[in-house]
C-alpha cells in the first residue's frame, strides 16, 4: 500500500497563476482533509471531506477550493496565488470522520508563490 | 476559541533519560487527544490516542497521560534514544466535530 500520495512535491508559482495540488489515498477511508503547516504556526486545517460528497470549510479556507473527486482523490485548488500561501500542504486521510480516528498524512507538498 | 500549548520549542536531553513533553489546553476539555511525531521534511506520522475517560495509555517506549483536571496531557519517551530526536504534535478533538485541532509542536533533540 501507498498509504498517501501527493502531487506536486514541489512547485514554485508567479502571484495570480493558478494550481491543483492532488491527494490520493489507498487505504479505503472514508474522511479526507488537506492542511498548511507554517513556522511556527503549526498544522491548520484548510478543508476536510467527512465522506464522498461532502468538504466542509476549515480554519483557513480563504483563497482555496477543494473537490473530492471520488473516494480516493482529493484534490485543493489555488485559483490566484498569493505569496501568503506559500507553505508546505499535507493531505492526510482517516477511516471516518471525528477525532477518534488517527490521521494518515501524505509527505507534503512544498509551494513558493513568488 | 481553543488554545493549545506544547511546553516549550525545543527540548534537549540525553541518550537514555526519560522525555516528557507538555500540552496543554484552555476551554473546554476534548474528548480525545492524539500525538504525532514529525521528521524534517515529512508529514506527521501517528503514535498514540488517549480518550477523557482514560488516565494514561501506554505503546513500548511511549506513554501518554491525560489530565483533564489540569487541562493537560504528557507525552513521555522512556530510554531516548538518538533516532527519538522529531518534532512532537498534540492534537485534540472532541466528539461532535471532525476536526484536529493541532499545537504548533515541541523538538526534542537526544544526544549521545
Known amino acids: 500500500n501507498a498509504g498517501v500520495t501527493q502531487t506536486p512535491k514541489f512547485q514554485v508559482l508567479k502571484t495570480g497563476q493558478s494550481m491543483t495540488l492532488q491527494c490520493a489515498q489507498d487505504?479505503?477511508?472514508?474522511?479526507m482533509y488537506w492542511y498548511r503547516q507554517d513556522p511556527g504556526m503549526g498544522l491548520r486545517l484548510i478543508y476536510y471531506?467527512?465522506?464522498?460528497?461532502?468538504?466542509d470549510k476549515g480554519e483557513v479556507p480563504n483563497g482555496y477550493n477543494v473537490s473530492r473527486l471520488n473516494k480516493r482523490e482529493f484534490s485543493l485548488r489555488l485559483e490566484s496565488a498569493a505569496p501568503s500561501q506559500t507553505s508546505v500542504y499535507f493531505c492526510?486521510?482517516?477511516?471516518?470522520?471525528?477525532?477518534?480516528?488517527?490521521?494518515?498524512f501524505g509527505p507534503g507538498t512544498r509551494l513558493t508563490v513568488t | 476559541s481553543q488554545k493549545i500549548e506544547q511546553n516549550s520549542e525545543a527540548l534537549n536531553i540525553q541518550e537514555g533519560k526519560t522525555a516528557t513533553l507538555t500540552c496543554n489546553y484552555t476551554n473546554y476539555s476534548p474528548a480525545y487527544l492524539q500525538w504525532y511525531r514529525q521528521d524534517p521534511g515529512r508529514g506527521p506520522v501517528f503514535l498514540l490516542l488517549i480518550r477523557e475517560n482514560e488516565k494514561e495509555k501506554r505503546k513500548e517506549r511511549l506513554k501518554v497521560t491525560f489530565d483533564t483536571t489540569l487541562k493537560q496531557s504528557l507525552f513521555h519517551i522512556t530510554a531516548s534514544q538518538p533516532a527519538d530526536s522529531a518534532t512532537y504534535l498534540c492534537?485534540?478533538?472532541?466528539?461532535?466535530?471532525?476536526?484536529?485541532?493541532f499545537g504548533k509542536g515541541t523538538t526534542l533533540s537526544v544526544s549521545s
Open positions: 492534537a485534540l478533538g472532541y466528539q461532535a466535530g471532525t476536526a484536529l485541532i
Open positions: 487505504m479505503n477511508h472514508n474522511s
Open positions: 471531506s467527512a465522506s464522498e460528497g461532502t468538504t
Open positions: 492526510a486521510s482517516s477511516k471516518r470522520g471525528g477525532a477518534s480516528y488517527e490521521q494518515y
